[in-house]
């Protein structure tokens, strides 16, 4: 957890420390993916269209469509519930003082 908002140059994917990937995720993604080259992580396997796969390339997919994806749903999906939730109680907060004003 971060106590100050991320600076857009700051890196968001990381697998133990930060990886020199950019992204433009507004929050820090951690995971146990398998890189290329350990001592040089410049970048993570991933199965491209018409490239074929491999065990790195295979976990990795599965971390990100499986755990990752779903949790980014998630995390989107109940922002959206309770901003709809804050704005019904402010409005009807509103309603209440506007009827013991008489307006």
């Known amino acids: 957890c971060l106590s100050r908002p991320l600076r857009t140059e700051e890196p968001r994917i990381c697998c133990f420390m930060p990886l ?28 491209r269209p018409g490239s074929t796969s491999n065990s790195k390339s295979d976990w990795n997919g599965l971390i990100l469509r499986n755990i990752i994806e779903p949790l980014i749903c998630t995390l989107i999906h109940e922002q959206s519930a309770a901003l709809q939730a804050f704005r019904c109680q402010k409005s009807a907060n509103v309603a209440v003082w506007a009827d013991r004003e008489g307006v």
Do not use: E, Q
Not at 22 to 43: E, H, K, M, V
């Open 20 to 47: 020199p990937i950019t992204s433009s995720l507004p929050f820090l993604i951690n995971a146990n993916f398998c890189l290329s080259d350990p001592t040089a992580p410049g970048r993570l396997d991933l199965v």
